[in-house]
Every structure is written in C-alpha cells, then in structure tokens.
C-alpha cells in the first residue's frame, strides 16, 4: 500500500512533470521518494537537484545539490554561489528544504526553526508544492542573487 | 598487471568521461526539445490577433496558458492565474520572465516589452530566510 508521502509525490510530480516538459528541465523520476532535477541558470549553466521525500508533506524534501547523473551530492563543485535562498552554507536556506534545518544537517543556517512547522514558517512564502520549490529555484538562478559561478 | 593507484585514477577519468556523456545527452535533449518547441510556437503564434500575447506561466500548480491582450495589466495575469490554477489568496505572487521581476504590477504586460509569446513564472514573494 502506497505511503502518504508516496501518494502526495505522485500528484505533485504530476505538475513539476508538465513545467520541465514545457521548459526542457531534465527530470528523472528514480523511485516514488526520489527524483533527479536539472534547473538552467542565467549565465546558461545547469544546476542539477537530487530530491528525497520521505516523510513528505509532514517533513519539507531534501534538495541536495548534485552532479548531471545524481550519483554525487553536495559537492561545492555542483553547487551555485549566491544569496538569499542560494546560501553560501551550500544549502537551500528556505523552510521548505530539510536541509536548512540544522537539527537535520549540520550545515543548516536554521537551528530556531522547527520542521514539522515549515508549511506554516512565514518565511516559506506559499512554497508549499514541489512545483513551487523547483520554479522558486529557477527562479533563483536566474536573479541578480546567483553570483554566476559555483561555490567549488 | 595494473597497480590499484593506477586503477583509481582510470575509475576517476571513466566517472568524469561518463558525467561529461550525462551533460551532453542533457545539452542535446535540451536543443531538440527547443527546435520542438519552436515548431509548437509558430503554431499557436499564427492564430494570434494583433495586441495579443500568449502567456505559458510556470505555477505552483503546474503550467496556466492563457491569451491577454497586451495592455492587461501584470496584476490582472497575476489574478486570472491564481484563480485558474486555485492558488491560496492568503499568498502574494509575482511573475518573472527571464531575469525580470515584473514590478510594478500596475504595468501592462507591452510596457515590459513582451510581444507575441512568452514564458513567465509565478512565485511566491520572498528572496530568501
């Protein structure tokens, strides 16, 4: 029997799937937890994302940074330099990636958040879908906040 | 026989070779859906009427294609997508096309010098925690 996590991620990778379709965002869906995400920047470099679900919606995904097969994560050298969101930590620095918490990851900027709030933290902006965070971080990319390199 | 150092060093230059292999096939993905997308456009392009414009915006709720008129307004796109694609009203959006936030919202999309065709993304407002 299908997990709520599993089920919630089949109907949110439904739209994530139609706008990287539209757009030509690689995309691999890699297990009913797990999917693989390539994100164009503005210098026209891609970023490549590893996300983890499990436990979603209770828990925010894990957005890993990672290389162009997903076989290698959180390395500087896959990883964009910037502000705001694109923190220099090499996380995702937004309640909606578990990796901000440093109660998860010890990288985390975040160690006054509590992660079962994070739909209801006031700095997750209605970034509540998976679709939300994947065009938030293209947005990103594409902002005067991504510093046109990498952090490695 | 091959020494185990040597043996890295070949492991290492095959991961690297295989990841450049990966980046390709993703850069030649990335062209034939562009040529594709090209052919679509000059589609939907044909049957537009003058001042209008085909928007194709990236939601929080997968993708809303809507035609408006090029004196519309950014905030009255901004509605008509939230409405369509039953977003919370609670949250505030802003549409970006490319590097550009269109700000203020009281602008007409033509004043943003958008013509014909253009992709948009909805998010919501923030830059970072």
């Not at chain 1, 949110?12 to 797990?34: C, F, S, Y």
């Not at chain 1, 901000?100 to 700095?123: E, F, L, M, T």
């Not at chain 2, 993703?26 to 392009?45: C, F, P, R, V, Y």
């Not at chain 2, 939601?59 to 008509?80: M, N």
Request: aromatic share 6%.
């Amino acid at each position: 029997m299908a997990t709520l996590a599993e089920l919630t991620v089949a109907e949110e990778l439904a739209a994530v799937r139609e706008i990287a379709a539209a757009r030509g965002w690689p995309l691999t869906v890699l297990d009913p937890l797990r999917f693989h995400l390539g994100l164009p920047a503005s210098d026209r470099s891609m970023f490549y994302l590893l996300v983890v679900c499990d436990n979603y919606p209770v828990q925010p995904p894990a957005w890993h940074w990672c290389n162009a097969d997903g076989t290698r994560t959180d390395q500087a050298s896959d990883k964009p330099k910037g502000s705001g969101y694109l923190h220099p930590s090499g996380v995702i620095c937004a309640p909606w990636n578990r990796l901000a918490y440093k109660s998860v990851d010890a990288r985390g900027p975040h160690g006054d958040w509590a992660i079962g709030n994070w739909q209801n933290n006031a700095h997750t902006h209605g970034c509540t879908t998976l679709a939300a965070m994947a065009v938030k971080i293209r947005v990103e990319l594409n902002s005067p906040r991504y510093n046109r390199g990498r952090l490695g | 026989m091959t020494n185990p150092d040597e043996l890295t060093r070949i492991e290492g230059q095959l991961d690297d070779a295989l990841a450049g292999l990966k980046t390709a096939e993703g850069l030649e993905a990335e062209a034939e859906h562009e040529a594709e997308k090209a052919l679509h456009e000059l589609h939907d392009l044909e049957n537009l009427k003058p001042h209008e414009i085909l928007l194709e915006i990236a939601t929080p709720k997968g993708l809303f294609t809507g035609i408006f008129r090029d004196d519309t307004t950014v905030a009255t796109v901004i509605e008509t997508a939230v409405e369509k694609k039953d977003l919370s009203r609670k949250d505030t959006f802003e549409l970006v096309h490319g590097e550009t936030v269109l700000q203020p919202v009281n602008r007409t999309l033509e004043s943003f010098g958008l013509k014909r065709k253009a992709d948009l993304e909805l998010v919501a407002t923030g830059t970072g925690a």
